[in-house]
């Protein structure tokens, strides 16, 4: 059973642009969820979604977005990118079911510097 | 590649040695905990987890313990190796949410 797929793996922006990563779930979970991680931060919840929908929020401004595709794919964005957005955006899937006691699997993550 | 923080904690152990990992928790209402490990250049990788109604958890050559009353969870691994070294981090999981721990960096000398 393939893993969790992020591209790209790494991606080299400049201020004021904006960036689109995409990940691919295990086969069969329907939740994908991102985090940030970087040294100052450690790993942050960005958001997770459920059947195409938003079904949980962290605390990042909206210039981060992401959305879900019928077939569980989902792409996050930040738009006007600043430099303190360099970071390893990790996405993680699992089953989807609501009950706390449920593994997430996380992918190699796309690793974001922005100059 | 590595981009976890720089000045995490750091425990070196030789080979062979055992290993114990410590936690402490932000919630006590977290009813679910995960310890994972993270390699350079990869994501968090699952080892092993433990539900709120439990204190002890075994798996091949690691185990969970859990202590709610002050809020702290233990990651031993037996017989250390090499193949060890990475960051573990502990993390707590509300709904559909994980609040992960700072971690801890594990170097094992051959």
């Known amino acids: 059973k393939a893993g969790v797929t992020q591209t790209p793996r790494y991606l080299i922006k400049t201020r004021g642009q904006q960036v689109t990563l995409s990940c691919s779930p295990i086969s069969g979970h329907r939740s994908v969820s991102w985090y940030q991680q970087t040294p100052g931060q450690g790993l942050q919840f960005l958001f997770e979604?459920?059947?195409?929908?938003?079904?949980n929020k962290g605390n990042f401004p909206g210039r981060f977005s992401g959305r879900q595709f019928s077939n569980s794919r989902s792409e996050m964005n930040v738009s006007t990118l600043e430099l303190g957005d360099s970071a390893l955006y990790l996405c993680?899937?699992?089953?989807?079911?609501?009950?706390?006691?449920?593994?997430?699997?996380f992918g190699s993550g796309t690793q974001l510097s922005v100059l | 590649g590595e981009s976890v923080g720089l000045h995490l904690p750091t425990l070196s152990v030789q080979e062979g040695d055992n290993s114990i990992i410590n936690c402490a928790y932000s919630n006590s209402a977290s009813d679910y905990f995960i310890w994972y490990k993270q390699e350079s250049g990869k994501g968090p990788q699952f080892i092993i987890d433990i539900r709120s109604n439990m204190d002890k958890r075994q798996g091949q050559r690691v185990t969970v313990l859990l202590n709610k009353t002050v809020k702290h969870l233990s990651l031993q691994i037996a017989a250390t190796q090499p193949g060890d070294s990475a960051v573990y981090f502990c993390?707590?999981?509300?709904?559909?949410?994980?609040?992960f721990g700072t971690g801890t960096r594990l170097l094992v000398s051959p």
């Open positions: 979604y459920f059947s195409e929908t938003q079904r």
């Open positions: 993680a899937s699992s089953l989807g079911g609501r009950t706390s006691n449920e593994k997430l699997f």
């Open positions: 993390a707590e999981k509300g709904f559909q949410k994980l609040v």
